[in-house]
């Protein structure tokens, strides 16, 4: 079946690093992707990693991929208050779908609060 | 170009009204999205559409809504007899097709139902 599994709640002082951990089902996913959605506000793609890498930096950022647990994880470094949102992870699933049409099927989200 | 527009961002209803959606996406974006997300859950798909084609649309769907996107550009989701249960926020959001390319999502609509 397509899920997408991540912890709720990560709670992080200011300048520490918050890790956020993502898996997934679907081993035909070609991209997997972190979004932020701040309160009130639409979804913003923070980055993305193709499933042939094991790993992408981004400034702060550090999307690490481990294709053999489907497991997906995202490293803020020296988090910071405007880091606070909720962070989802998703993946660009062929299951359930007819022909090549691929969708995004998302975790529930991990609300990430950074404490000064 | 400003981005995924969404109109209106908030919508009272009562229940069993109808209530329409708009979604101006990206110019250039030829797949549109429509994503539905209650609290505390991650966005649900619910249909998406390349060019005026609408292309998949999730078993969620019920008879009552419907989508469209007559031109290939903007796109309305309909929700008739609006229950409590379809309360959330829509989402739309739009891409160029191929693999990879980045959805850019809008502000959504909140719909509440009375």
């Known amino acids: 079946g397509e899920d997408v599994e991540q912890s709720l709640f990560l709670s992080v002082r200011e300048g520490d690093s918050s890790v956020i951990n993502c898996t997934y089902t679907?081993?035909?996913?070609?991209?997997l992707y972190w979004y932020k959605q701040e309160p009130g506000a639409g979804l913003q793609l923070l980055t993305y990693i193709f499933s042939n890498m094991d790993m992408k930096q981004d400034q702060r950022l550090t999307v690490l991929l481990n294709k053999k647990d489907k497991h997906l994880s995202l490293r803020i470094a020296d988090t910071q208050t405007g880091d606070s949102a909720i962070y989802f992870c998703a993946e660009n699933s062929l299951a359930f779908n007819a022909g090549n049409n691929r969708k995004l099927i998302w975790g529930l989200g991990t609300s990430l609060a950074v404490n000064p | 170009d400003t981005g995924v527009s969404q109109d209106p961002r908030h919508k009272i209803t009562k229940r069993g009204q109808n209530v329409t959606f708009r979604c101006d996406p990206i110019s250039e974006h030829n797949r549109l999205y429509w994503y539905r997300q209650t609290l505390g859950q991650g966005p649900e798909f619910l249909t998406y559409?390349?060019?005026?084609?609408?292309?998949?649309k999730s078993r969620l769907l019920s008879d009552r809504f419907s989508a469209e996107r007559p031109k290939g550009s903007f796109s309305t989701l309909e929700i008739q007899r609006t229950e409590q249960g379809d309360s959330a926020m829509y989402l739309c959001a739009s891409s160029l097709s191929g693999e990879g390319t980045e959805a850019f999502f809008g502000q959504g609509t909140r719909l509440t139902v009375v």
């Open positions: 559409f390349q060019n005026e084609a609408q292309l998949e």
């Open positions: 679907d081993s035909s996913s070609t991209y």
